[in-house]
């Protein structure tokens, strides 16, 4: 791209200590992404394929794409993409995804089968993107590029756009020796004990997946560990997640069980997780890289001694990334002059707001280096320990519930009810499909537990799902018969679980999945009660 950037691959490569990878045959893509060139694309969409696309904005249909008024596309398939935070309906400023040849076999763009058109409104600089998939590169880590383009839909401006390329085989190809193994969607908040969707490979297969859960998940350390090493490529683990605690990245798979991806490669049949939707970074300078991790493979993994020692050797190796960090904000100084002239054609308040949005990243950008600085010479703080039930054996969590949504326009907080009352409220809306739910972890012993809440219902229908129906209680990853519908007054509700670890972080779920209506979970109800241990016969 310029010298600068080679310089900055060349220094973080020695630093690092990163083995070479293989040269591969330079292609389209790389002149596309390298030149720096922020193309103007126009999409049209027919009449008939709108009123398609609004039925169903999951689900591609067919446009035409005119690139800088000479290079036409047609055929392409479009989709909306998004999740409750960047997810723009078509009338408005909507986050897309276009697949070249979805319609047009063999058609690609620029060398690209399918790539993005993030709308970037959780990053007014239009640089995290960037900025972060080049660190995570850097360091080993396989991440999509990115760069710009300015884009119409149907004649109307919707000004600029970060282009980002998609996880298909051409991206796989790029960064594993074959493309045939399976890669799975993270989805919406789900860890990897929900029924991830599968994109590439054997479709009703998922051995994979399940052999990474069970590794996880088995009672005995030694055999756990070895288990583990058999399904993850630990090294790379480490790397991906030192790089996501370190960019601030709350909303990944490490914080948050979000925003990635997971790619078995058929060499060894080894889990390699991808970093995704990192438009929301560096936003809390003094973010902790040494606290537990909640997602179930990074809390495992952290609970090795030997691999968490490693963890702070590796982030004391990927330093020099972010401290000093003059290096990041002169990345983001070129970034910023890349897109002045685009976003002052667009209006020129927007790009003396995009200066001064950018002059704040710096300042986080800076403040970050010298938190690391400070934390990768910190002592490890004392391992999380279960909490304590009380003397009849119950466990009262009113507090620390957040909200999860599958379902962009289900509405859930917190409301008044009768008193002081308050209520942990899940409405269904407009679409009329309603997955949405409070959750909150907790650390456990090997036991039973119940799960023990209030519930009450307004209108809320009964319906057919593999995890359950109407409002109701479980844990995460699995399925429950419990189930509250209609409109009821308060009403007890169960769900009985078993911890077969010595020690686990579940995630508690109060969940309202309807077509219809809304529930109302009482906080002060919310508690767990422990069973009593029964010994085998004979001891």
């Known amino acids: 791209m310029n010298g600068f950037v080679s310089c900055l691959i060349l220094f973080t490569g020695l630093v690092l200590g990163q083995d070479a990878k293989p040269v591969r045959e330079p292609d389209a893509s790389d002149d596309?992404?390298?030149k720096g060139a922020i193309p103007q694309l126009r999409i049209q969409v027919t009449e008939s394929e709108l009123e398609k696309l609004k039925a169903d904005n999951r689900a591609y249909v067919r446009c035409t794409v005119v690139e800088n008024r000479k290079t036409t596309y047609k055929n392409v398939g479009i989709k909306l993409k998004g999740a409750a935070g960047s997810f723009r309906e078509w009338d408005d400023r909507p986050a897309l995804t276009l697949n070249s040849n979805k319609f047009?076999?063999?058609?690609?763009?620029?060398?690209?089968?399918?790539?993005?058109?993030?709308?970037?409104?959780?990053?007014?600089?239009?640089t995290h993107e960037w900025l972060c998939e080049e660190l995570l590169r850097e360091a080993g880590v396989p991440?999509?590029?990115?760069?710009?383009?300015?884009?119409?839909?149907?004649d109307r401006d919707l000004g600029l756009y970060v282009l980002k390329e998609g996880f298909d085989k051409t991206f796989l190809q790029r960064h594993f020796e074959s493309s045939a193994g399976s890669l799975y969607d993270g989805g919406f908040v789900q860890d990897i004990d929900a029924e991830l969707e599968k994109d590439s490979g054997k479709e009703d297969d998922r051995t994979d997946l399940i052999a990474l859960l069970d590794?996880?998940?088995?009672?005995?350390l030694e055999q756990r560990w070895r288990r583990i090493e058999e399904t993850l490529d630990v090294e790379a683990f480490i790397t991906f997640m030192a790089l996501e605690l370190m960019t601030g990245h709350w909303d990944g798979y490490t914080q948050n069980k979000n925003n990635y991806r997971i790619y078995f490669n058929p060499a060894d049949n080894r889990a390699h997780f991808l970093p995704h939707g990192m438009d929301q970074m560096f936003g809390d300078p003094n973010a902790s890289i040494l606290h537990e991790p909640g997602a179930i493979v990074s809390s495992t993994v952290m609970h090795n001694p030997a691999w968490r020692a490693r963890y702070r050797?590796?982030?004391?190796?990927?330093l020099p990334l972010f401290d000093p960090p003059t290096r990041l904000n002169k990345r983001v100084d070129f970034l910023r002059r890349r897109l002045q002239p685009v976003l002052a054609a667009i209006d020129p308040q927007l790009s003396r707001d995009h200066a001064e949005r950018v002059k704040e990243f710096k300042e986080r950008l800076t403040a970050r280096a010298a938190s690391l600085k400070e934390q990768s010479v910190q002592e490890d703080p004392a391992p999380p320990t279960p909490p304590v039930f009380d003397e009849n054996g119950n466990l009262f969590l009113p507090d620390d519930w957040f909200p999860a949504m599958e379902s962009e326009d289900a509405v859930v907080e917190v409301v008044d009810l009768d008193g002081e009352q308050k209520g942990l409220s899940i409405q269904c809306g407009p679409s009329g499909h309603c997955v949405a739910s409070w959750r909150r972890g907790v650390l456990l012993e090997k036991g039973t537990y119940i799960l023990h809440a209030r519930v009450k219902t307004k209108d809320v229908s009964k319906i057919e799902d593999e995890r359950g129906s109407a409002a109701g209680l479980r844990i995460s990853g699995s399925t429950r018969t419990n189930t509250v519908h209609g409109t009821t007054d308060w009403k007890p509700l169960e769900f009985e679980f078993t911890i077969e670890e010595d020690v686990r972080e579940v995630v508690l779920v109060a969940e309202l999945r309807t077509t219809s209506g809304q529930a109302w979970f009482d906080p002060e109800s919310l508690h767990l009660s422990r069973k009593p241990m029964v010994e085998a016969p004979g001891k």
């Not at 690209?112 to 970037?120: A, G, P, Q, T």
């Not at 590794?215 to 005995?220: G, L, S, T, V, W």
């Open 104 to 126: 047009h076999k063999g058609q690609t763009f620029h060398g690209l089968d399918k790539f993005h058109l993030n709308n970037s409104v959780q990053d007014e600089t239009f």
């Open 143 to 154: 991440a999509t590029r990115v760069t710009h383009a300015r884009v119409w839909v149907n």
């Open 215 to 220: 590794a996880c998940r088995e009672p005995d």
């Open 32 to 34: 596309f992404f390298k």
């Open 313 to 318: 050797e590796r982030v004391r190796e990927l």
